[in-house]
């Protein structure tokens, strides 16, 4: 099993559609999870950051969290042709180590 | 803010050779730094973890006399690539977190080719 889990996509969703984007991740002790953005050649831009159960909502953007089931959501609201990339999942390694356990990233194409 | 930068942004070199790269925090102190390699279609794979004024932690299978790390500022971290063979041509990323913060902010990453 795989530390933290995406489908890999295409994930093909109309403009102005929600593209809903998850992740699984197995080590219980992890606390700190990440969405990214990774456009094709680029590096990686942070999205959001979620640290307790619960749902987060930044702009267009609302993460969800669920410890117990050790389960991660992106939700994209009214989703644009600039949002097709590549979204990657990150938690932390649930050591003092900082680390990040990536994904290996789920590709959302917004068809206009 | 948050801003990480890296130069160069794309080096070819020929087989042999050695390549350094920069990696700098532009507005924050980077506590730690981590180096990343990611080949095509795939996902980013952890390197090694730099903190400042400290010796890299290398990942398994890594080599850490090939990937030389430092970390002598806590703006400033670079990597060498020594001997570098055409197995190395890769992207390389750097991201960088500061104190009591669990985010990591990454560069814009090097492209790297060995010929």
């Known amino acids: 099993q795989k530390e933290v889990e995406q489908n890999s996509g295409p994930l093909s969703v109309p403009e102005g559609a929600i593209a809903s984007l998850n992740c699984t991740y197995s080590?219980?002790?992890?606390?700190?999870f990440f969405w990214y953005r990774q456009y094709s050649g680029k590096s990686p831009e942070l999205i959001m950051s979620i640290y307790s159960n619960g749902d987060k909502e930044d702009g267009r953007f609302t993460a969800q969290l669920n410890k117990a089931s050790q389960y991660v959501s992106l939700l994209i609201r009214d989703s644009q042709p600039s949002d097709s990339a590549t979204y990657l999942c990150?938690?932390?390694?649930?050591?003092?180590?900082?680390?990040?356990?990536f994904g290996s990233g789920t590709r959302l194409l917004v068809r206009p | 803010g948050a801003v990480v930068s890296q130069h160069p942004s794309w080096v070819i070199c020929k087989s042999g050779t050695s390549v350094k790269i920069e990696c700098r925090s532009l507005d924050f102190q980077a506590t730690t730094m981590f180096w990343y390699r990611q080949f095509p279609k795939q996902s980013l794979m952890l390197m090694a973890t730099s903190n400042e004024g400290s010796k890299a932690t290398y990942e398994q299978g890594v080599e850490k006399d090939k990937f030389l790390i430092n970390h002598a500022s806590l703006t400033l971290s670079t990597l060498t690539v020594t001997s570098a063979h055409p197995e190395d041509s890769s992207f390389y990323i750097c991201s960088a977190r500061g104190n009591g913060i669990h985010e990591q902010f990454f560069g814009p990453g090097t492209r790297l080719t060995v010929l």
């Open positions: 990150a938690v932390n390694k649930g050591d003092s180590s900082y680390k990040l356990i």
């Open positions: 080590d219980r002790g992890s606390q700190s």
